[in-house]
């Protein structure tokens, strides 16, 4: 789903009577409301309650937009329902579906919205958390030379309303932007880092993709890592590799302490 011209506003009304029809028919693949627990990541991180808090808002600050939207994607895929992802501006935002199908998310359960304009944008993921046949949501801000363009225009208040979004709603929700030196304040419950390394096993290929994850912000809890950790397509985990095991199980003592 596409905006005719880059600049050119959504059609407010028409964007959500073909969300509506288009949920009409998967209904049932949404969520039950209230019964899920949070959403998983990796075994063994520190993270209150095991997991991301549903009906909340977390960001994941990329050094690479690959690894960013691959860490979205089996986030969103663990969610169990019906996803949007939500892009700005230029084409290349957008998700790839067999891409993402990789990271667990099938292409039958991702919407796909482009809006030529930032409030368009905005406007799209507040209305997607607030639905309730939507499990999760996520907002990728532009990928550019100029970062910190996209934190200036989601500030404080605008993940403030996001947040309340999905708290009324029960979505997941998540921001995918590029990492900054100095990110913007943030109402979300989480703010992550994730970075790319290098591949460790011969012939690992795409499937088996490795990455630096760093937990930066947490309500509730004690920030940790960074942690190496590898994505296994075919089985459909993270894994927290060798060595990091010890230092995560550390760090969640210290944090019940």
């Known amino acids: 789903m596409s905006s005719a011209a880059?600049?050119?506003?959504?059609?407010?009304?028409?964007?959500?009577?073909?969300?509506?029809?288009?949920?009409?028919?998967l209904e049932g693949s949404g969520r039950a409301r209230g019964e899920a627990g949070p959403v998983p990541v990796c075994e063994r991180l520190p993270l209150p309650d095991g997991g991301l808090a549903r009906s909340a808002l977390h960001e994941v600050l990329a050094t690479a937009?690959?690894?960013?939207?691959?860490?979205?994607?089996?986030?969103?895929?663990?969610?169990?329902?019906?996803?949007?992802?939500?892009?700005?501006?230029?084409?290349?935002?957008l998700a790839w579906p067999p891409g993402l199908a990789r990271c667990g998310l099938a292409p039958a359960n991702l919407i796909l919205v482009?809006?030529?304009?930032?409030p368009d944008a905005l406007w799209a993921m507040?209305?997607?958390?607030?639905?309730?046949?939507?499990?999760?949501?996520?907002?990728?801000?532009?990928?550019?030379?100029?970062?910190?363009?996209?934190?200036?225009?989601?500030d404080l208040t605008a993940t403030r309303r996001l947040q309340l979004a999905a708290e009324a709603g029960g979505a997941l929700g998540l921001l995918l932007r590029p990492n900054t030196a100095d990110p913007a304040p943030t109402a979300a419950v989480t703010r992550w880092?994730?970075?790319?390394?290098?591949?460790?096993?011969?012939?690992?290929?795409?499937?088996?993709?490795?990455?630096?994850?760093?937990?930066?912000?947490?309500?509730?809890?004690?920030?940790?890592?960074?942690?190496?950790?590898?994505?296994?397509?075919?089985?459909?985990?993270?894994?927290?590799?060798?060595?990091?095991?010890?230092?995560?199980?550390?760090?969640?003592?210290?944090?019940?302490?």
């Open 193 to 257: 880092r994730i970075g790319p390394l290098p591949t460790a096993e011969a012939g690992a290929g795409l499937d088996e993709p490795r990455w630096q994850l760093e937990l930066l912000r947490v309500r509730g809890g004690t920030p940790g890592g960074p942690w190496a950790v590898t994505w296994r397509a075919a089985e459909g985990r993270l894994d927290l590799e060798r060595g990091e095991t010890a230092s995560a199980a550390r760090a969640s003592r210290g944090a019940s302490a």
């Open 126 to 154: 507040e209305e997607a958390l607030r639905c309730p046949a939507v499990t999760g949501a996520v907002l990728a801000l532009a990928w550019d030379t100029n970062r910190q363009a996209g934190d200036s225009r989601l």
């Open 6 to 25: 880059p600049d050119a506003p959504l059609d407010q009304a028409a964007v959500l009577a073909a969300l509506r029809a288009r949920m009409a028919r």
């Open 65 to 93: 937009p690959g690894c960013g939207a691959a860490f979205c994607a089996l986030l969103l895929a663990r969610t169990g329902g019906t996803v949007l992802w939500i892009a700005s501006g230029r084409d290349e935002l």
């Open 114 to 118: 482009r809006a030529g304009r930032w």
